[in-house]
Nanobody
Framework: QVQLVESGGGLVQAGGSLRLSCAAS????????MGWFRQAVGKEREFVAVISASGAIIYYADSVKGRFTISRDSAKSAVYLQMNKLKPEDTAVYYC????????????????????WGKGTLVTVSS
């Protein structure tokens, strides 16, 4: 069992930056693919970024490519999302998610591919 707790959300002006953190508890974090998803009001939860258990393979949604960076620190059992050049359309609740990696990391680009979820942290980008 893995528990995930996000932090780092808040209010920021368009063009600004935020860094989200996700702390994981439980064993075997280094075997987990980890990802970030987001859900805006009235919309479905959508993929943002995923990083493989080894950290060697990363995928981004086209909407955030070049602006967001996902990383992980297995020694700290943590995963991060550095968000730069934020836009009002990035406003959403951001969720950290994970699953023990048994398939290529592309499998974890959908919410249904993840087994564990945090409660989310709100990011609001003002124009």
């Amino acid at each position: 069992q893995v528990q995930l707790v996000e932090s780092g959300g808040g209010l920021v002006q368009a063009g600004g930056s935020l860094r989200l953190s996700c702390a994981a508890s439980g064993r075997s974090f280094s075997r987990y693919a980890m990802g970030w998803f987001r859900q805006a009001v009235g919309k479905e939860r959508e993929f943002v970024a995923v990083i493989s258990a080894s950290g060697a393979i990363i995928y981004y949604a086209d909407s955030v490519k070049g602006r967001f960076t996902i990383s992980r620190d297995s020694a700290k059992s943590a995963v991060y999302l550095q968000m730069n050049k934020l836009k009002p359309e990035d406003t959403a609740v951001y969720y950290c998610a994970g699953a023990e990696q048994q398939f290529p990391p592309v499998r974890y680009k959908t919410p249904s591919g993840m087994d564990y979820w945090g409660k989310g942290t709100l990011v609001t980008v003002s124009s």
